[in-house]
């Protein structure tokens, strides 16, 4: 008869009492523990040896930390239940100031040790990393690849242990100095420890710490993060490439819409005269055009006023009149043009000509009234009814005062593309606004590294 199956053995802690206090002290690991701290006194203990010998002596009574995850919390991550049997508090100091952190050392009697970091609500779930990354360099600054992914170096500085409490693997003790360098790929980080005799490597993955509480059915939630962590992913990285695919679709949308709007136009150029206006001329300047006319569904009217001025301006006051109707489309336009040349080369200002659009103008017959003025301008004394346009240009030469040759043309149902510029434009803000936002994540990550950035784009 087979026997039944047996599990993997539930892992017990072993009590041993402390030679300074005389306190309990558990080791949770199995005898893989070389160092284990006293918690009533907090004296460093020589765990490797069956009675237990002072390595340090109690730290001071001010140093004291609370874990915010308590020693002997189980908790499954990963699929692999782990307990916390050893915590520790580090810190460098930059220009002053001190930057402390969180270690929580985890071990499965199967798996080995893992640790769990907390920087200001920032956790990272770290594993020990056997293979050595590859050096390389990206410009002027340090980096590694490792696993197919580039780490960029992030920040260096001297680390040392601050707090000690529970048991650890190797000889641990308050005052440690380790040179620490992080080089991140988020929500990755590789992190090298360098003393005197060796190199040691690891690799973080960001967690939330919901994530954490959760795992380890810790009371209330976790300390809200403060600020950017290195590692910490952009919640606008994923959110700038769709956004951008999403913009190239729509675009090409509305292209096909634009393209297909401009074949339906029909474009024809209804009226085409030339005209002339002298502020020498006594009489009426306005006068009205001959009727044209135009059929077709209700759509926009073109008209484009061609000028030879130079070093002048003029002014055209226009409306557009329905012979059957009455309806009165009002509107004016200005055109100037000034040119020369200075020591600076030859330059100029303004245009020859102008244009407006009148939109949705229904089909039927049409003239135009038009009135110009130049600088020097008379209005006469009494104004006839209407005045027509001479039937023969005088020759500019032959006129006293200031004249202006122009040629007035109408076009009808004329493609314009106002609309389609304004609605890329509308298209183009989630984008823009992704990217600003993704960028000034990042400007806050590497604001805190070795490498902050500048106003000139350092």
Known sequence: MSSPLVGPPVAKTKAMYCPNCGGPVELRGFGHALTVVCPQCLTLLDASSPLLKILQEAQAAQSRRTPLIPLGTRGKWGGTTWEIIGFQTRAVEDEGVTYEWEEYLLFNPYK??????????????????????ERRAVGSRPAVFFEGNLYRHFSGAQATTSFVLGEFPWRVQVGEEVLADDFVDPPSVLSSETTSVEVTWSKGEYVPGSEIWKAFALPGSAPRPQGVYLNQPSPYANKVGGTWGVFALMLFALLAVAIAYGMLSRGDTIFDEHYRYSTADTGEPSFVTKVFEF?????????????NLINNWAY????????TTGDTFDFGREVSYYAGSDSDGAWSEGSQASDAIIPHVPAGRYYL??????????????????ATPPAVATPRSRLPGKTVFYEIVLRHDVAS???????????????????????AFETRRWSTSDYPPTSKGG
């Open 316 to 323: 055209f006051n226009l409306a557009l009149i329905n012979e």
């Open 417 to 439: 593309y106002g609309w389609f510029w304004l609605a890329a434009l509308l298209l183009l803000i989630p984008p823009v606004y992704s990217t600003i936002r993704a960028a």
């Open 295 to 307: 059929d077709g569904r209700p759509s926009n009217l073109e008209l484009t006023i061609h000028t």
């Open 369 to 386: 009234r038009v009135e110009p003025e130049m600088e020097g301008s008379q209005t006469p004394a009494e104004k006839p009814a209407v």
């Open 112 to 133: 080995g040790f893992r640790y769990l970091t907390n920087y200001e609500g920032h956790w990272n779930f770290v594993t020990p990393v056997e293979s050595l990354p």
